[in-house]
């Protein structure tokens, strides 16, 4: 399941545990709340991950930066193609 998917799919619970039937503007609404939420957790988790590895591997710079630069490239491919989901 997409992110897309996923935050379709979230608004649809969530709308059926308050009770509501949203019209189509709302639900979209909903819905890019919940996608943007997803990818702004996506973020802050790279960016905790990155931190980690560079406290982890600071013996060992040459290394760190390398996983830095990866796990980075990594999380800029994921919001490219969930930018592109849209």
Do not use: F, W, Y
Not at 41 to 52: A, P
């Amino acid at each position: 399941m997409n992110i897309s998917e996923n935050a379709e799919s979230t608004a649809r619970a969530v709308c059926a545990l308050l009770g509501v039937e949203p019209d189509e503007e709302q639900n979209s609404e909903l819905t890019r709340l919940i996608e943007r939420s997803i990818v702004s957790s996506v973020l802050s988790e790279t960016e905790r991950h990155t931190q980690l590895v560079m406290s982890c591997c600071s013996a060992d710079l040459d290394m760190a930066h390398k996983l830095t630069d990866e796990i980075r490239a990594s999380t800029t491919a994921l919001v490219a193609n969930l930018s592109s989901l849209r």
